[in-house]
Every structure is written in C-alpha cells, then in structure tokens.
C-alpha cells in the first residue's frame, strides 16, 4: 500500500456529495475531498447498460487510514454498491503531502487562522 492515497467514489446528488466529502474531513479520513460535478457514468447493472448524471469525489487520504474510509463511504453512502477504488500516490509536492499527513493524523485542530483553507495551503489564482 502507498504512503497515501487517492480514493475515488461518485454519488448522484449535490447533496450527498457534500454530506459525504464533510463528514470524511471532519472525521479526519480525508485532508480534502474534491466533488467534481457533471460526470456521466455508463455501467452495467442487473443485466442493463445504464447512463448516470453523478458528482465525483476524489478523496485525498493517507494508506493506513483507507479501511476506515472504505467502511466510513460504505456507510454513508446511498448507493446499494458504491464504488470505491483506492489509487496510489507515487509523488507530489512536498508541502501538500506534509499537510495531508497533518490533516489526517493531528488528533484535535491546533488553534489558528479563523475557519477556512488551511494555512500553508495555497489559494487558488486568479485565472485573469
């Protein structure tokens, strides 16, 4: 298993995106969720070939934490078979991986910045 992970799960609503993508932070499974909307998903199921308007989650996580994800995701999740395909990390930048090792390992929030992006976690620019 790699030192982190990339987990990838897809739910139909909004709704259950974000309920999911909070609760996994806040449980500390994940440094950050990514809910990617406007994905359309093709499968088979009971025999039919089905098409599906669903929202991507792309959950950033360390590797020793991905059972507690899976078993955390199956129980939220709406879907009768929800997917859950881990990914593994082989690099990154520095700094990003030292805050997702901080994020779902720090046992309470250290006081800080007001509520918000993480410090050190760099805004995103503006596209102008």
């Given at each position: ?56 989650l ?14 955390a ?34 046992p ?21």
């Open positions: 298993m790699s030192e982190r992970v990339v987990t990838l799960t897809t739910v139909a609503t909004a709704e259950d995106a974000e309920r999911i993508a909070r609760s996994l932070v806040e449980r500390r499974l994940a440094a950050c969720v990514n809910v990617v909307p406007g994905v359309v998903s093709v499968y088979r199921w009971k025999g039919e070939v089905c098409r599906d308007e669903e929202r991507l792309v959950v950033k996580t360390r590797g020793e934490k991905l059972e507690a994800l899976r078993q995701i199956v129980e939220l999740h709406p879907y009768e078979l929800p997917e859950v395909l881990a990914l593994p990390v082989e690099a990154g930048h520095g700094p990003y991986l030292a805050w997702l090792d901080e994020c779902v390992t720090a309470t929030p250290r006081p800080g910045p007001a509520p918000g992006r993480p410090r050190g976690r760099p805004r995103p620019r503006s596209r102008r």
